[in-house]
């Protein structure tokens, strides 16, 4: 953790700082400031978790300190320190939320006690970030929704992937099956504990997928993930048991967790349409595979918005395949690599290919014996899949689901809501719900969340001009202030705190 002490006087910030380095706290790395000025400037590059800062300082006050380093977000925890027992001071730190107050000359075990409890808490909320990082990082590799419009940035990553490997490992459940039960993720990532550094789990109920993301020195091998496998969901079983599993890893820099989420579900659906076993491990023999499957997506979407003819889309089919790896004299790994895409995206619309062209199709559509898929081929398979999605379109009362999702949001606002809570409520695929947004009040639904969020906080600070920022962020939905901060800035262009006083004034 980090602290930043502040004393305008040489000998007694020195000591302070020379008194917590010889004790056992949490805070590992410090940095002095001379007075107010040289904090403000050295919190451009240096963010701590917690401020020790003199009252009685020349130019800027500790209390002036507190409010313009409050207003830029720049860190919401602070100690003050004083000469003298003053209660004036003590109650207008109060009203800026400082966690406490030291006497000088300073108490050596009163001070390391303070920065254990506050250690212990920062903690905690440390925790609780992972937790909503975690979070928003769901909707990122799922659902594809932009780092910026979840307002994460890549940075933010650091803390959760500090290690240079990265595995996403998929277990897909089956039709009619329910995610994998607890006690065998539970397995799984305790067998996974004593290879890798960082290991996170999610499941979404709706794609019936559990994601483990394993960040560590290298990328598990072959051997690792089919010796995990095979002794917590039973490989030799697996097809019976109704999970298949896919994995694909690579190097953090440059290569998106999206990406790998992509190459793990074409692995898994290659291993379920052409293989024999459970487990399939990505292989780099299709290059940018994610990139032809967005491609794709791109123009179904496109299609169906637009309302695409079905005499161009066939018209369209050689550009499409220009997507896709391989040349003239490569069709069985061009048929594999776009009914793979097609799986993918059937997989994250909550259908199946059976549904789509029944059964006994689908089966020689997906599989190894299938005909060799050529131009006019490629064109029936899209046609007869966008006109089933039209079809669908068609019958979804576009507007009462609008009316119902909305409803949801006014009544849940508070909450820390995300695209899988709200289609459980409304029982929609959270894919789906996006396109709806998007086609029905041009915004995505993560915008339309963020907007009336922060209507409501500005309604709040409009009306409770004494409340304390991060309880306001709170009562709106954002447990993380800096989080709250950040969506604000951008949707507003000011600041809270700016805003606060353009309104008071």
């Known amino acids: 953790m980090k602290l930043m002490v502040v004393d305008d ?37 240096f963010q701590p978790d917690l401020i020790l800062t003199d009252i009685h300082m020349p130019e800027l006050d500790g209390l002036a300190l507190i409010k313009h380093i409050q207003e830029m977000n720049l860190c919401s925890r602070f100690v003050i320190l004083t000469g003298y027992s003053d209660f004036a001071y003590a109650r207008q730190a109060l009203r800026y939320q400082v966690i406490d107050y030291l006497l000088k000359p300073i108490n050596k075990d009163e001070l390391i006690t303070i920065l254990h409890k506050i250690g212990r808490t920062i903690q905690q909320e440390q925790a609780r970030t992972i937790e909503h990082d975690l979070l928003l990082l769901k909707e990122h590799i799922l659902y594809n929704t932009p780092y910026e419009e979840l307002s994460l940035r890549p940075e933010q990553l650091q803390p959760l992937f500090p290690y240079p490997y990265t595995t996403i490992i998929v277990v897909q459940a089956c039709e009619n099956e329910p995610p994998l039960p607890a006690e065998r993720l539970e397995g799984i990532a305790n067998a996974l504990a004593s290879i890798s550094s960082k290991i996170y789990k999610t499941q979404s109920r709706f794609l019936r997928q559990t994601i483990l993301i394993v960040n560590g020195a290298h990328v598990l091998s072959d051997a690792e993930l089919h010796r995990l496998s095979g002794a917590f969901i039973h490989t030799t079983k697996i097809q019976g048991s109704g999970y298949c599993i896919g994995a694909s890893g690579g190097m953090n820099d440059g290569i998106s967790l999206r990406n790998l989420y992509i190459e793990a579900m074409a692995s898994l659906l290659f291993q379920r349409y052409f293989g024999s076993c459970g487990l399939t491990v990505f292989k780099q023999e299709t290059q940018n595979l994610y990139s032809s499957y967005d491609s794709l997506v791109h123009y ?29 004299d490569c069709h069985s790994k061009l048929r594999e690599q776009f009914l793979v895409c097609i799986g993918l995206y059937l997989q994250n619309v909550n259908l199946t290919p059976e549904a789509i062209w029944g059964e006994q199709a689908a089966a020689h559509l997906f599989s190894s014996s299938g005909a060799i898929l050529e131009d006019v081929r490629v064109a029936e398979i899209l046609v007869q899949l966008i006109r089933y999605m039209r079809r669908s379109d068609n019958q979804q009362p576009n507007v009462h689901a609008i009316d119902k999702i909305v409803a949801f949001v006014e009544q849940n606002y508070k909450l820390d809501l995300s695209l899988d809570a709200v289609a459980d409520h409304v029982q929609m ?15 995505t639904f993560l915008h339309y969340l963020h907007t009336y969020r922060l209507a409501k906080a500005k309604q709040i600070m409009q009306e409770n001009p004494e409340w304390p920022i991060n309880t306001i962020a709170e009562l709106v939905g954002y447990e993380n ?21 353009e309104n008071s004034s």
């Not at 410090?30 to 007075?35: E, L, P």
């Not at 637009?306 to 220009?322: A, V």
């Not at 202030?481 to 949707?491: A, D, G, I, T």
């Open 429 to 443: 695929h959270p894919n789906y719900i996006s396109m709806l947004f998007r086609k029905e009040m041009g915004l």
């Open 300 to 328: 179904i979407e496109h299609s169906l918005l637009h309302q695409t003819s079905i005499e161009q889309i066939e018209k369209d089919m050689q550009p499409i395949l220009l997507y896709f790896s391989g040349d003239i």
């Open 481 to 501: 202030p800096r989080h709250f901060f950040k969506v604000f800035k951008k949707f507003e262009n000011i600041t809270p705190g700016q805003f606060r006083i």
């Open 9 to 45: 006087e040489p000998i007694i910030l020195n000591g302070i700082i020379r008194m917590i380095q010889k004790a056992d706290t949490p805070f590992t790395e410090i940095v002095g400031a001379a007075d107010g000025i040289d904090a403000i400037q050295k919190l451009a590059h």
